[in-house]
């Protein structure tokens, strides 16, 4: 009996692979080392924290890079659109 109890409160281990919304297997641990803990990612995380927090676009909106540069925080390159038009318009 100890034994099962054991195994049902074992945590999965570091970096396994989980599904995303879409039902798809990503390993969240690893995409961060590889590609997200990177200088460059934190920089362009960081600017765009940064015009966020300028443009306070609101409820169902992001704050939308004009010229696709998320450093180039001019109000110029900068305005509010909806979410969903903003994340699909360049992946």
Known sequence: MAGILAKAMRMPKKGKA???????KRNYG??????????KQKKRRAGRNAANSKMNPGAGKDT???DGNPLNNSPKNLSNV????NR???N
């Open 30 to 39: 690893k995409e961060y080392r590889e590609y997200h803990s990177k200088p």
């Open 88 to 90: 699909g318009e360049s």
């Open 18 to 24: 989980k599904r995303d919304k879409r039902g798809r």
């Open 64 to 66: 939308h890079h004009k």
């Open 82 to 85: 909806g979410r969903s038009w």
